[in-house]
């Protein structure tokens, strides 16, 4: 299996309302990269937040008083600290200037996805995605309708993870193919049949594409060419592991 990905380059800065499928086309038009059947974009979540208004100017935030008392811990900016608790729902761990919470949509993260960097405000942060399935869903039919071909949408952003040091990209919202391959019931090369095997491939491919996607070369979006998967809607929640399966909460 021959597996390329190519990191796209052209696209403009992001603002709200933009078209974000038309862009990608654009972008890979002008980079003469076709997009094809088969084919999984990878898009950075920051700019599906852009377009989608999720950006939030902190002079707009009143900081409640656990705010103002995380922020005493952290050192972070109480007013951040306000819009990282209403984008939570409820906090995992505290230590230090680590907040660890898990986001209304069910994702264990840091911070909730609450973010600023690459956005042009100093003054303003972004948030994650309200549906991020949703957006990707939207995102593949537009670049469907503009290219003709059925494609896959992931949407990644970057998590840290409790037993490994750095971070990695991974799905927060997928369309157009399983987040997850299921080997269990099938055999290994010598015969053992597997019982537990889930493998996290729209996770994979997320962080297979922040190979090109860095955040500091301005490339938002990848397109990987040749993994072989199943069609079908997709959904990031497959990827969320119920909280009385997770032994780090």
Partial sequence: MLIQIFGLRKLPLIRKGDDVASRIVQAASEEQVKIENGDVIVIAQKIVSKAEGGIVPLNSVTPSPIAEEIAKTTGKDPRHVEVILQQSAKIVRRQGAHLIVETRHGFVCANAGVDKSNVEDPESITILPVDADKSAHAIR?????????????????????????????????VDGLPAIVDYRGQKDMFG?????????????????????????????????????HAKGEGSAKELIRAEEDDLFR
């Avoid at 990644?156 to 990695?168: L, P």
């Avoid at 053992?192 to 997320?206: F, G, K, P, R």
């Fill in 141 to 173: 039919k537009r670049i469907q309708e503009l290219t003709g071909a059925d494609v896959g949408v992931i949407i990644s952003d970057t998590f840290g993870r409790a037993w490994r040091i750095g971070q990695v990209n991974v799905a927060i919202g």
């Fill in 192 to 228: 053992y049949v597997l019982n537990v095997t889930q493998m996290a491939a729209a996770d994979e491919l997320a962080s297979a594409a922040e190979l090109v996607m860095r955040k500091s070369d301005g490339i938002p979006v990848a397109i990987i060419r040749g993994f072989e």
